[in-house]
């Protein structure tokens, strides 16, 4: 059973349209992390949460946004998409190391494909 | 600065030979390493992880190599098959900075028979 959820798995959005990609998960894990990845690239941290503490990338540009309105679930905002925004945008979710001292390994959606037209 | 994956290096080896895979990763504060493979238009699926208080961590037919003085991590993958094919990164967490996770350049590994 799918334990970080994606939804949707495609998405076709227009130039500077606002578009949402959710993330949800059923581990109950404190830590949640939004990804961009690009064709042969390895996944780049646009941010993430611990609980509800945001820490953001410092190369992050100010067009993306995230919401967690709670534990199971995460939100990515693009307030004006541009054609460079095109990509996979991968959530992924740990136990965190203040729960049991250590962390654990980060789980991963499969993923929201983005394209801007 | 963020290690910062660009245009992946590819590792050629026929089937049944060993793999190895190496990683430089970029913080020394960093204490806890993961392997992640990921095949075309999936997400990353955890292969094996390794604490920073270890060198070296064995699974079922890979091994995780740390080297903290020069900041490497390895992975072996003995008796490659033809469903090891993939792009593999390493990531490293740091616990102090709120477990941030960041990702290394990844290797895309081709298994031919």
């Known amino acids: 059973d799918a334990m970080v959820i994606q939804n949707p798995r495609y998405q076709v959005t227009q130039f500077g349209k606002p578009v949402t990609l959710s993330c949800s998960q059923t581990?109950?894990?404190?830590?949640m992390y939004w990804y961009q990845q690009k064709s042969s690239q390895a996944p780049k941290l646009l941010f993430h949460?611990?609980?509800?503490?945001?820490?953001n990338e410092a190369d992050t540009p100010d067009n993306f946004q995230s919401r967690r309105p709670n534990t199971s679930f995460c939100f990515l905002d693009i307030r004006s998409p541009g054609l460079g925004d095109a990509a996979m945008y991968l959530c992924?979710?740990?136990?965190?190391?203040?729960?049991?001292?250590?962390?654990?390994?980060?789980?991963f959606g499969q993923g929201t494909r983005l394209t801007v037209v | 600065g963020e290690s910062v994956g660009l245009h992946l290096p590819t590792l050629s080896v026929q089937e049944g030979d060993n793999s190895i895979i190496n990683c430089a990763y970029s913080?020394?504060?960093?204490?806890?390493f993961i392997w992640y493979k990921q095949e075309s238009g999936k997400g990353p699926q955890f292969i094996i992880d390794?604490?920073?208080?270890?060198d070296k961590r064995q699974g079922q037919r890979v091994t995780v190599l740390l080297n903290k003085t020069v900041k490497h991590l390895s992975l072996q993958i003995a008796a490659t098959q033809p469903g090891d094919s993939a792009v593999y990164f390493c990531?490293?967490?740091?616990?102090?900075?709120?477990?941030?996770?960041?990702f290394g350049t990844g290797t895309r590994l081709q298994v031919f028979p």
């Open positions: 992924a979710t740990s136990k965190g190391t203040g729960s049991i001292g250590v962390n654990t390994e980060a789980f």
């Open positions: 581990l109950n894990h404190n830590v």
């Open positions: 949460y611990y609980d509800k503490d945001f820490n």
């Open positions: 913080n020394s504060a960093s204490d806890y």
């Open positions: 390794i604490r920073s208080n270890m």
């Open positions: 990531a490293e967490n740091r616990s102090y900075n709120t477990d941030k996770l960041i």
